[in-house]
């Protein structure tokens, strides 16, 4: 089993900044790929942001590219969100997710990293409220 904590939401102003942290705990991880979801109220979860495994690949939704950025601490299974300029649309509980990945070809290919059914282990969630 893989556990998975996040950390680093809250309240910010429009136009401020926060970074989320996501640790993974249990088995030993190997060629697996770490990305982020939200889902605001009343709306479907979506993704946001994936890294690689190697942390050489990052893949964004166009809500918040230019804004966010994702990285993965080589060596550790720890994974960072940086989110800047937020947005009150940007408001919603923050999930980490891990995908253990068979093929790279079609996890890349396929875009199987922007698919929430793609990872099989899932975090608690953490609340990001931004004020306008």
């Known amino acids: 089993q893989v556990q998975l904590v996040e950390s680093g939401g809250g309240l910010v102003q429009t136009g401020g900044s926060l970074r989320l942290s996501c640790v993974a705990s249990g088995r030993t991880l190997s060629n697996y790929a770490m990305g982020w979801f939200r889902q605001a109220p009343g709306k479907e979860r979506e993704f946001v942001a994936h890294v690689t495994w190697s942390g050489d690949s990052t893949n964004y939704a166009d809500s918040v590219k230019g804004r966010f950025t994702v990285s993965r601490v080589k060596g550790s299974n720890t994974m960072f969100l940086h989110m800047n300029s937020l947005k009150p649309e940007d408001t919603a509980v923050y999930y980490c997710?891990?995908?253990?990945?068979?093929?790279?070809?079609?996890?890349?290919?396929?875009?199987?990293w922007g698919q929430g059914t793609g990872y099989g282990y899932w975090g608690q969630g953490t609340q990001v409220t931004v004020n306008s």
């Open positions: 997710a891990v995908a253990l990945v068979g093929s790279w070809f079609d996890w890349i290919r396929d875009g199987e």
